[in-house]
């Protein structure tokens, strides 16, 4: 997101990005609807290729999990290098204490086979067209 306008309880909108109400434009995304409720916004897209290389990783302590996120929003990878290179999404999930798990993707014009049989292939679907 670039920018938004945001609706705050009393009735106020008011205009979020990096240099304009920046506190309140880190903060309103993650927050549910309890600061202000997003009205409209501004993003910036990406062209989407058609398939993506997924990559999972477990983890039995928060600590791994986090310092293993931390290494690859830094494009370094280099807990889990592969081939083809530096994730494009990130995402963690804890199931439990000790059952945690890093998602790395990246987007990719081919079909690539599995690499030490973490890597999986998902094909892309366009949001709304199913």
Known sequence: MVEFDALQTLGTI????????????RAI??????????????VLCIRAEPFVHVEV??????????????????GIMAAASTAWGAPLFIEGFSFSASDLVAVLGRFS??????????????????WGGL
């Open 109 to 126: 014009a081919e079909e690539r086979a599995r690499e030490h049989g973490a890597l999986k292939l998902l094909k892309c679907i366009v």
């Open 57 to 74: 990783m477990r983890y039995s302590a928060v600590a791994q999990l986090t310092q293993a996120m931390e290494i690859s929003q830094r």
């Open 29 to 42: 995304p993650g927050s549910f609807g309890s600061i202000a409720v997003i009205t409209a916004a501004r």
């Open 14 to 25: 008011l205009t979020c990005s990096k240099a304009e109400n920046a506190d309140l434009f």
